[in-house]
């Protein structure tokens, strides 16, 4: 009877070791880069972020940029995805190649002429429900100022429950300058949808606040 | 405020209807009064004696606990005593065995100083050799006093001379055998000196055994006081139970303290070793295993010390034969080695891993240039031998957790017994509040039953005053009826207030 109970309490100890419970801790971050019009200009800035973000992401969790263009909703779009490895030392060099692809993709990159935000979002719970992490952040570094080609339905709603989605950088257009309401709508347009789906969303635009950006 | 229709008696007044209701209530009140005062009386008394016979079985579990509690106070000194008074008796021996072996050697160098000493004093007092026998003779003709006559002055100049050259000879016979006796007399000042010290050295060592034998006399006397099972002795023990706990329980603390560096040097690496990202119980397993590694460190240092017997917490351990013993002192000493290096080690690799975070952490916040900067820090193997240094010891100094820990665990037992003790006449304290709360609040709810029926009372007073006035009548009309009736009432009274004075006790 008391070998049995050993045992049972073992079993117990190792199932709740298993890698179940690995993913149950980990943070998956995907950050969506408008590479639209004259944002591109912006980049430095979307550089800077991500390399907070490497720092701040530690072993098992998972990263992923992607750019918005004319149509996100593709794997194409996506520019750098790493899951850190166990090993601490492992991770470190994984976030030293992740930073040499974006600086590369950022010195070679070209503008796109529509902005498919939606479908950047949408690629993104996609891959975020796939990895199944613990916590689901997407990034926007963009004015939000969606644009869509002719043909591309995007009015689809947004399963987000469990997200935490975060618009950065959502800098103000000369039609915004000109009537602010526009700006205000935008950013009140994007609120209602993420909520609507489910989701939790913030605006973080000024660049000094990063550190609220992976706070649980 | 309206009363409901139902409890209307008089439709039109309400007043009325009140009114009514209150004489109503107040009669049925009056009616039962006897019963219900039975019944608060009873109740409170119930509660009273209940409280009280709880109180009264917290009492005795509380008197069982101290005695209890005594018994194991005295039988934990008693076994600390017997520790100390066998050590002392242990030094004594080793005592007399190392130094005192010395004393034969110590005597017999005395007296061959002494025998030296006498020799050299018999050589010291030797007569002097005595100037020859004719100086005497000539004596009185060298005093002659000098005559004009050549020869004679030449006669007695040459005695004269001669009886000098004898004085000068005996004179220099006599300072050559002073000479020779303060020669000898100064021989003796190294033996005399050698004496002194031999004394010195035995006055020492009987002093030590003087001062050992009074510690044990000062032990043997608090053991016969815990034999004796006094009160002196036990609040003796109590009180340095006490002061045992809050010390040891200081200088847990401060383990607890090393500990968790301990820990901070070792989590980190293992998370290279075991996986940073891997859980189990909410709990990192990186993390667990660097509590596991020092636990086990812990573990080995307990052992350590219960194989050198320094500690008793396993008993086992102390009575094993030597042999087993020192085995096991060895195996637990070359495995804390181990753990140690192990831990000095993780150390290392800690401090490379930190350098790296920080060169990738400068790198992604600060460029180049900052990354390169933090890389090439001189100076940093000072931070990596501290570590190291740290990892290494820090398992041994854990090693000594044991004996704060024995005392705490021994000295807890009795602080929580005293607690418990306090803990028990508390509650029996309350307990006999409660009752006699019961009791007064029985009292107060009779008078104010009574109260709230003043006013059947106030007639039935002026009745009975009535009654009174008739009965008085009536008594002078048949006196030899009335010291009966009288007796009656007063051993009704007294018998009341006993019932009273016992409930009270």
Redesign the interface.
């Known amino acids: 009877m008391k070998k049995i109970f050993l045992a049972l309490l073992l079993l117990l100890?190792l199932s709740?070791?298993s890698?179940d419970?690995?993913n149950?801790?980990?943070r998956g971050v995907y950050m969506l880069v408008d590479t639209s019009g004259t944002y591109t200009q912006e980049l430095q800035k979307a550089q800077q972020i991500i390399?907070?973000i490497?720092?701040q992401l530690?072993?098992?969790?998972s990263f992923v940029v992607a750019s918005i263009d004319t149509g996100s909703f593709s794997e194409k779009d996506i520019i750098a995805k790493v899951t850190?490895d166990?090993?601490?030392?492992k991770?470190?060099q994984q976030?030293?190649a992740f930073?040499q692809i974006v600086d590369n993709y950022v010195k070679h990159v070209k503008s796109s002429p529509y902005t498919d935000i939606t479908g950047g979002i949408l690629q993104a719970t996609e891959f975020l429900n796939e990895k199944d992490t613990a916590s689901k952040t997407i990034l926007i570094f963009s004015d939000l100022k969606e644009e869509l080609k002719k043909g591309y339905v995007r009015d689809i709603p947004l399963q987000l429950q469990g997200y935490k989605v975060i618009a950065l950088n959502v800098t103000k257009l000369r039609s915004d300058n000109v009537d602010p309401r526009k700006y205000m709508t935008r950013l009140k347009e994007w609120k209602e949808k993420v909520e609507k789906g489910g989701g939790e969303w913030e605006v973080i635009n000024d660049l000094e606040r990063l550190d609220k950006l992976l706070k649980e | 405020m309206k009363i409901p229709d139902f409890m209307m008696i008089v439709s039109s007044s309400q007043g009325l209807s009140v009114v009514l209701w209150i004489v109503i209530i107040m009669m049925l009140l009056y009616m039962a009064r006897k019963p219900a005062h039975e019944a608060i009386t009873s109740a409170s008394k119930v509660l009273f004696h209940a409280f009280h016979l709880i109180a009264a079985s917290i009492l005795l579990a509380e008197k069982k606990l101290k005695e209890r509690n005594k018994e194991v106070l005295l039988a934990a000194g008693k076994e600390a005593t017997e520790r100390i008074i066998e050590r002392e008796f242990e030094r004594i021996d080793d005592y007399v065995k190392k130094d005192l072996a010395q004393f034969p050697t110590l005597q017999r160098d005395i007296r061959d100083n002494v025998v030296k000493i006498d020799e050299d004093y018999q050589q010291s007092t030797e007569i002097p050799p005595a100037p020859p026998g004719w100086t005497k003779a000539i004596e009185p003709i060298a005093a002659i006093p000098a005559s004009e006559d050549s020869m004679v002055v030449e006669i007695l100049k040459s005695i004269r001379d001669t009886l000098e050259k004898g004085q000068q000879k005996a004179l220099d016979a006599y300072r050559e055998s002073s000479k020779m006796r303060h020669a000898h007399l100064s021989k003796m000042i190294p033996s005399l000196r050698q004496i002194n010290k031999s004394i010195g050295v035995l006055d020492k060592n009987v002093q030590v055994l003087l001062d050992r034998s009074a510690t044990v006399d000062r032990h043997m006397d608090e053991y016969y006081e815990i034999n004796k099972k006094s009160d002196k002795a036990a609040q003796m023990l109590s009180s340095s139970s006490l002061t045992q706990f809050f010390i040891s329980g200081f200088v847990l603390a401060i383990a607890i303290g090393g500990a968790f560096i301990n820990f901070n040097l070792i989590a980190?690496p293992m998370?290279?070793m075991v996986?940073?990202?891997?859980?189990?119980?909410g709990f990192r397993?990186a993390d667990i295993a660097a509590l596991v590694i020092i636990l086990v460190e812990i573990s080995m240092g307990l052992f350590l010390m219960e194989s050198l017997r320094i500690t008793r917490l396993f008993p086992i351990i102390g009575a094993l034969e030597d042999k087993v013993r020192i085995r096991m002192i060895i195996v637990s000493f070359v495995f804390l080695f181990l753990l140690a290096s192990v831990e000095a080690g993780l150390a290392y690799m800690r401090e490379l891993?930190s350098a790296?975070?920080a060169a990738?952490?400068a790198?992604?916040?600060g460029g180049t240039a900052a990354a390169q900067e933090g890389v090439e820090q001189s100076g940093r193997w000072i931070t990596t031998a501290a570590q190291m240094g740290m990892g290494f010891i820090l398992p041994f100094a854990l090693a000594f957790i044991a004996i704060p820990l024995e005392s705490f665990i021994h000295s807890s037992r009795t602080v929580l017994g005293v607690l418990m003790a306090g803990f028990l006449r508390l509650l029996a304290v309350l307990s006999r509040f409660l009752g006699n709360l019961s009791r007064y609040i029985g009292k107060s709810l009779v008078n104010i039953y009574d109260l709230l029926i003043f006013f059947p009372l106030w007639i039935e007073n002026i009745v009975t005053k009535l009654e009174a006035k008739h009965g008085s009548e009536e008594e002078k009309k048949e006196p030899q009826k009335k010291p009966a009736a009288k007796r009656t009432r007063k051993t009704a009274a007294s018998q009341e207030s006993k019932e009273e004075t016992k409930d009270a006790l």
């Open positions: 100890g709740s070791c890698s419970g690995a149950k801790h980990n390399n907070y490497l720092s530690e072993s098992g969790d850190f166990d090993r601490p030392s991770a470190n976030k030293r930073v | 980190r998370q290279e996986g940073g990202s891997v859980y189990m119980m397993v891993l790296d975070d990738l952490v790198g992604l916040l």
